[in-house]
Nanobody, 124 residues
Framework: QVQLVESGGGLVQPGGSLRLSCAAS????????MGWFRQAPGKQRELVAV???????TYADSVKGRFTISRDNGKNTVYLRMASLTPEDTAVYYC??????????????????WGQGTQVTVSS
């Protein structure tokens, strides 16, 4: 199994910045894409940003130029640097990783793993 643990959420004023971190641990064989999603109250979960194992990135239009995703493959960790935050960025942010786990039968299938979520609130 693979576990994802997020950190770095909190309350920030409009125009402020935050950095989220997500560390993967467990019986990891490989990790492909890692990403961040968010879900605001009453809305569906949406993609924020994704980064491949070769560091190619994709961003939602709403965060382009303000958010930066990065990863440290040696630490199995993905980061999301968020700047120029607005109240519309308020949501629970979830980390996602597409990973293969080591099992008693060998390498398991590629599977989507999720973190528990971290709250980001942008308010004055």
């Amino acid at each position: 199994q693979v576990q994802l643990v997020e950190s770095g959420g909190g309350l920030v004023q409009p125009g402020g910045s935050l950095r989220l971190s997500c560390a993967a641990s467990g019986s990891i064989f490989s990790i492909n894409d890692m990403g961040w999603f968010r879900q605001a109250p009453g809305k569906q979960r949406e993609l924020v940003a994704v980064i491949t194992s070769s560091a190619s990135t994709t961003y939602a239009d709403s965060v382009k130029g303000r958010f930066t995703i990065s990863r440290d493959n040696g630490k199995n960790t993905v980061y999301l640097r968020m700047a120029s935050l607005t109240p519309e960025d308020t949501a629970v942010y979830y980390c996602n990783a597409q990973a293969e786990a080591l099992t008693s039968r060998g390498v398991g299938p590629l599977y989507d793993y999720w973190g528990q979520g971290t709250q980001v609130t942008v308010s004055s």
